[in-house]
């Protein structure tokens, strides 16, 4: 599903965020994506779904050549994907519900369709009641979920979460692993950045560990706890 | 998939756009409206000058004034060799009598000095008719062809001042062409800069929307029909005026026209200039946002 080969990403600054980076990410795999802050998970996500591109390497995605992937091809090769972003990029004017709605409309969703579809998954992530709030005024917990909730609305055949928990209180956060391991026994492939090692050992998912812009750590299933 | 539309969705989004800049907006829409007024104005008064000098073309004639006491052999030969050039219809011999009565009704109705006049001072002439629709040079060649004809004391051909005025009104033409491309790049440079800033203050949303894989054709939507919106209802407005100031203005023209024309309402396409107007007002509007857009686009 998601192939890297010898991916390298350096910014035009001079910082090399990822070096010679390689993996393969099965089909429904649910794949962490771990490393201190600055190891690069960003960047590699952000490769994953091209908004930018790697200085060097071969990235394939559900059979696409994200280097050759024509500028016009980009918007239909995103729309296999969801996204949540570390810092969640709503739109603050728009209200909750126009948020995660506008995931769908950008598709072409037809607009009966789009209602019940934001409706439940706004029930999923708990945030029913607040859907005509406008997102500027929501709590960074309650921006995140939001976040969430515009990625999961897609119905994506991969979805890439960068830091998704990083905002919510334990709770929250075990819910929306839940709702994560959910639709991903449901065939979505998750690759999921954090640096929270608890929820790693606590899952026992796959383990891709980053530092430094490599590969450290890749296990199939992390087994001893900490 | 890729095919499902929102024109309602795309409209509303361009209506909440104006709206956010309501004030920009408008004043897009009112230099669109005064510069669509003014063409519409200059377009009015070139169609009308041109309804004037046409119909004079049409019946443009030339008099070919004959010595005095010419002989009827010379005027017979005289009026087969005007009928041979080609371009002439017809030749007519007014006599000294005749001219002088056609002179007398023509003026009749504005002054009565004529009556007073105790010898007839006019010359017999030749009034020739030349093929309908003949440009003002063919004629001034074919008056100066019978100028030279023995006999012909003097020609005249409805004017010296026809052909300048023919000139003026080409004159008038290409003024026109170039204050109206003037007008139509002042109307599409400033769409394209309204469009700019309001793109600008969506930046965010713009990005976001790329991020989660909206097509270049649904950002672009909402902000073609905003161009399109300032452009239509500025040119609406502009033909509006044109229109108001057409029925304020135009009846008390009648006379006016009657004396230069012999028709006291000429006809233009009013209806066509309005509508062409408008349609080219919302076409400046789209060119306007496409432009800004597209620079917008490629820049991100
Ligand atoms: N847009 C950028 N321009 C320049 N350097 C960047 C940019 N984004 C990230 N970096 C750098 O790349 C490295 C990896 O960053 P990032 O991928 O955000 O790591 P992580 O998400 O694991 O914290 C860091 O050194 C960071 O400073
Ligand atoms: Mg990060």
Known sequence: MIRLFRVSKRYPEGVT?????SLHIEKGEFAFLTGPSGAGKTTLLRLLFREERPTSGQIIIDGRNLIKLPRKEVPFFRRNIGLVFQDFKLIPHWTVYENVAFALEALGTPPREIR?????VLGMVGLHGKMARKAAVLSGGEQQRVAIARALVKEPK????DEPTGNLDNEMACRIMEIFEEINTRGTTIVMATHNYELVSRYGNRVIGLDRGRVVEATERVAEGT | MRGVNYPYYFLAKALKGIKRHLFLNIVTVVIITFSMAIFGIFSLLFLYTKGVVDRWE???GISAYLEEGIDRATLKALMDRI???DGVEGVRYISKE???RLFKRELSSLSDVVEDLDENPLPSSLEVRVRSGMEVEGVERIAREIGRLKGVEDVDFGGQWLKRLATILKLFRVSLVALSL???LTIVLIVSNTIRLTMFSRKDEIEIMELVGATERF??????????????IGAFTGALIVLGLHSAIFPKLGPFFMILSGNPSPRVPMAGLLLFMVLLGGALGIAGSSFAVKRFLEAA
């Open chain 2, 83 to 85: 009928r041979a050039i």
């Open chain 1, 158 to 161: 991969i979805l890439l979460a």
């Open chain 2, 98 to 100: 005749e001219a002088y």
């Open chain 1, 116 to 120: 019940k579809r934001v409706l439940r």
């Open chain 2, 219 to 232: 950002i672009k939507m909402p902000f073609l029909i905003e161009g399109f919106l300032q452009g239509t």
């Open chain 2, 182 to 184: 003037f007008l139509f």
């Open chain 1, 17 to 21: 965020a990822l070096h010679e980076v």
């Open chain 2, 58 to 60: 049409e019946r443009m």
